[in-house]
């Protein structure tokens, strides 16, 4: 079975432009969960799909959105970037047993 | 809030040693705790998971256990090897909350050298 594949692995994009990922989560997983990864802060949480609905989301601003498509793959949307968003940014998937899988990862670097 | 601790930030150990990594967490009113591995610039890979009701998972040479109640876990890592260095990270599962919203801590950072 193909893990949790994030899409593209590394992205450099300039302050004000806007930057979508992408996140196919395992085969059978409806769940999909969004993070965010910085040396400051650590791992924090952003938003959680099931089923194409957002279950719980994260203390981000407005300018972060997600969503799920009818196949579990799911997209999140940063809008007008700032520098303090270069982070790794991670999708993991769950079968519904609390269990999280990870994919590698999307590296977005500012400028 | 919850919030999760991790002690040591970082270790550094021969290879051959038994280790022992640290998490504790605020609030006890938790659904489960995992245990992860990141390795650098990489995803986080799963190695333990305990659910609320249990005292302990074990997988291998990795022993985690979990006390609820004093709102503590430890990982135990047998006769360490230099592929076991990374980064390892505790995180919780609090009751009431949806299961893919973990709280986790900033994580151990470990090196065994040869």
């Known amino acids: 079975k193909a893990g949790v594949t994030q899409t593209p692995r590394y992205l450099i994009k300039t302050r004000g432009q806007q930057v979508t990922l992408s996140c196919s989560p395992i085969?059978?997983?409806?769940?999909v969960s969004w993070y965010q990864q910085t040396p400051g802060q650590g791992l924090q949480f952003l938003f959680e799909?099931?089923?194409?609905?957002?279950?719980n989301k994260g203390n981000f601003p407005g300018r972060f959105s997600g969503r799920q498509f009818s196949n579990s793959r799911s997209e999140m949307n940063v809008s007008t970037l700032e520098l303090g968003d270069s982070a790794l940014y991670l999708c993991?998937?769950?079968?519904?047993?609390?269990?999280?899988?990870f994919g590698s990862g999307t590296q977005l670097s500012v400028l | 809030k919850q919030e999760v601790t991790q002690i040591p930030a970082a270790l550094s150990v021969p290879e051959g040693e038994n280790l022992v990594l640290n998490c504790s967490f605020t609030?006890?009113?938790?659904?489960?705790l995992q245990w992860f591995r990141q390795d650098p610039g990489k995803g986080l890979t799963s190695l333990l998971l305990?659910?609320?009701?249990?005292r302990e998972q074990t997988s291998g040479r990795l022993n985690a256990s979990l006390d609820k109640s004093s709102g503590r876990s430890t990982l135990y890592i047998a006769a360490s090897q230099p592929g076991d260095s990374a980064t390892y990270l505790c995180?919780?599962?609090?009751?009431?909350?949806?299961?893919?919203?973990?709280?986790f801590g900033r994580g151990t950072q470990l090196t065994v050298w040869p």
């Open positions: 305990i659910q609320s009701s249990q």
């Open positions: 609030d006890s009113a938790i659904y489960n």
């Open positions: 085969s059978g997983h409806r769940s």
């Open positions: 799909y099931f089923s194409e609905t957002q279950r």
């Open positions: 993991a998937s769950t079968p519904g047993t609390g269990k999280l899988f």
């Open positions: 995180a919780v599962n609090d009751r009431g909350s949806t299961l893919g919203r973990l709280y």
